[in-house]
């Protein structure tokens, strides 16, 4: 729904700084740009908002260490952590504080700092089919971008909504069930289309057996490397779509041109 990137990124260059101030000292803006940068690079194998403070310090000590990181970051983080000898739970509660103190007193800048992606406030607006937020993000969180973003006041228990989906290819299968077995989706035989930039994601949700029926699809506009586009476009049961095609699945329910018997399905 939109672009995440430089909120976690810059406020997690901004706690890390406050986290450990040695480290970091006082950044020339040539030094904070590049960080900026190499943080874009690594966001897609980002899981967990709190690895984005570790990352942030790894980009400013370790020049280079982009690579590594975006080839192999599961083994990475633990290792990086036992290193500097932290608990990544402490980090956790520092990040989500700061964050929280953003939030709330900072509003219009947290907000300004996510961009919606191009057409999609429209299109979600009027879109007649229900739709569903799964995220690893924090419900007030997401709430506070459906306000901002889409003008829409969901209350919190909204059944619209699932919120702090991590670890996230478990989690997810676990709400596209429990969405399967809603009494509007049972009983009208309903498609369930599935949309996540994540690849190893999307994997785990096509290769469940219990979800043979939701459609699963790859987002090709949000954060996931090439290599990854590559191999989902080879993945049994997933598709790799565009930002336009994720539109037509809003407006219609169908890919124009592919499902509509006007194209071949490739």
Not at 49 to 61: C, F, K, P, Q, T
Not at 194 to 214: I, M, N, Q
Not at 228 to 244: F, H, M, N, P, Q
Request: glycine residues 4%.
């Amino acid at each position: 729904m939109v672009d995440s990137e430089p909120e976690i990124s810059s406020s997690a260059v901004a706690a890390a700084a406050e986290y450990w101030p040695e480290q970091f000292g006082n950044l020339d803006q040539a030094t904070h740009d590049q960080m900026r940068r190499d943080m874009r690079q690594v966001r897609p194998v980002l899981v967990n908002g709190v690895e984005a403070l570790v990352m942030a310090r790894m980009v400013l000590e370790e020049p280079g260490c982009v690579d590594s990181i975006i080839q192999d970051w599961q083994s990475v983080l633990p290792a990086t952590l036992n290193k500097w000898k932290i608990e990544q739970k402490d980090l956790q509660i520092f990040f989500e504080d700061f964050r929280n103190n953003l939030l709330q007193n900072k509003e219009d800048e947290w907000v300004k700092r996510h961009v919606m992606y191009p057409g999609l406030e429209e299109t979600l607006k009027a879109c007649k089919y229900p739709w569903y937020i799964v995220t690893s993000r924090a419900k007030h969180r997401t709430l506070k971008l459906v306000d901002a973003m889409l003008d829409m006041q969901w209350p919190e228990d909204t059944p619209r909504l699932y919120c702090k989906l991590l670890p996230p290819n478990q989690r997810k299968i676990e709400t596209l069930q429990e969405i399967l077995a809603k009494p509007m989706v049972k009983e009208q035989n309903a498609t369930i289309h599935f949309v996540d930039d994540r690849y190893e994601t999307v994997k785990a949700v096509a290769g469940e057996p219990s979800l043979s029926k939701v459609q699963v699809y790859m987002a090709d506009w949000g954060y996931s490397t090439q290599a990854e586009k590559d191999a989902a476009s080879e993945s049994k049961g997933v598709r790799v779509i565009s930002l336009t095609q994720f539109q037509e699945l809003l407006n219609w329910g169908i890919l124009m041109g592919v499902d509509d018997g006007c194209g071949d399905d490739n």
